[in-house]
T-cell receptor, first 118, second 115 residues
């Protein structure tokens, strides 16, 4: 079946531009995550949605970053007034159930969007 | 805070060689441990996991044992293949606030296997 898809796969932005990155999770998956992966680093958690509710946005690096999932399926990560330090790969992941208790639901990752801010 | 340290790459091996990628961790609570793999042009995939001490995760010939006493989760494979060439990430999550969804990753280790 279809996995997590992300678009665009590559995005070049001029410093100061706004960008919007899209994530299509696996159909029916309740939980959705965004991670940021800088060059040569591992992914770092940004935010978590359970259906349409954003339950954790503790990893968003600044108020220029905003994420939404209005209908509980597709999610958009928006970065306003992009800066060079925002250059990274942005990964989306989804999992079937809500993340609760000690059970560890597998997170399925998309291929990522590579953002380059000039 | 929570952190993962894994051996720096790149690692280059010949086909059928033995593989070890070291991973150690620091955690504020009792972590679950994971290895993810990223093949060229693809997304991260869960390779194996272990949720408590002395558990062994295994998949596709890869193994890793959760060692609480040494805070380690080293990845091993007895005989690598060219198709194992990828970037390998060690990761953990800690049960906090009623859930344990936040994955903390290491920097990744690039493995290249030559025929």
């Amino acid at each position: 079946g279809a996995g997590v898809s992300q678009s665009p796969r590559y995005k070049v932005a001029k410093r100061g531009q706004d960008v919007a990155l899209r994530c299509d999770p696996i159909s029916g998956h309740v939980s959705l995550f965004w991670y940021q992966q800088a060059l040569g680093q591992g992914p770092e958690f940004l935010t978590y949605f359970q259906n349409e509710a954003q339950l954790d946005k503790s990893g968003l690096p600044s108020d220029r970053f905003f994420a939404e999932r209005p209908e509980g399926s597709v999610s958009t990560l928006k970065i306003q007034r992009t800066q060079q330090e925002d250059s990274a790969v942005y990964l989306c992941a989804s999992s079937l159930r809500r993340m609760q208790g000690v059970s560890q639901e597998t997170q399925y990752f998309g291929p990522g969007t590579r953002l380059l801010v000039l | 805070g929570d952190s993962v340290t894994q051996m720096e790459g790149p690692v280059t091996l010949s086909e059928e060689a033995f593989l070890t990628i070291n991973c150690t961790y620091t955690a504020t609570g009792y972590p679950s441990l994971f290895w993810y793999v990223q093949y060229p042009g693809e997304g991260l995939q869960l390779l194996l996991k272990a949720t408590k001490a002395d558990d062994k995760g295994s998949n596709k010939g890869f193994e890793a044992t959760y060692r609480k006493e040494t805070t380690s989760f080293h990845l091993e494979k007895g005989s690598v293949q060219v198709s194992d060439s990828a970037v390998y990430f060690c990761a953990l999550s800690v049960h906090s606030g009623g859930s344990n969804y936040k994955l903390t990753f290491g920097k990744g280790t690039l493995l290249t296997v030559n025929p």
